[in-house]
Nanobody, 118 residues
């Protein structure tokens, strides 16, 4: 069964940094492009970063470009999100997913809460 366990969130001041981790299981991790999504209160979930299966290509939504870095460790079946220069608008619950899966078909983990204070 596909599972994701996100961790690393917390409360940080504006301008601070956090590193999120997502441990995946139940599928052959190295074959899949992976992504990080976030959902802020009252807003729809948005995909903020993706990384290709070979780790060579990353993409970011405009609002986080230059501040967030996605990476992966296939030996540990883990995808990371390094978040620097955090802003209050980055406050959300962060989730990881396989890019190929629709939101409806994704086995969502519990997410990890990121709160950025001004």
């Amino acid at each position: 069964q596909v599972q994701f366990v996100e961790s690393g969130g917390g409360l940080v001041q504006s301008g601070g940094s956090l590193r999120l981790s997502c441990a995946a299981s139940g599928f052959f991790f190295a074959s899949y492009s992976m992504g990080w999504c976030r959902q802020a209160p009252g807003k729809e979930r948005e995909l903020v970063a993706t990384i290709s299966s070979d780790g060579r290509t990353a993409s970011y939504v405009y609002s986080v470009r230059g501040r967030f870095t996605i990476s992966r460790d296939d030996a540990k079946n883990t995808v990371f999100l390094q978040m620097d220069s955090l802003k209050p608008e980055d406050t959300a619950v962060y989730y990881c997913k396989r890019v190929a899966d629709s939101d409806r078909d994704t086995h969502w983990g519990q997410g990890t809460q990121v709160t950025v204070s001004s």
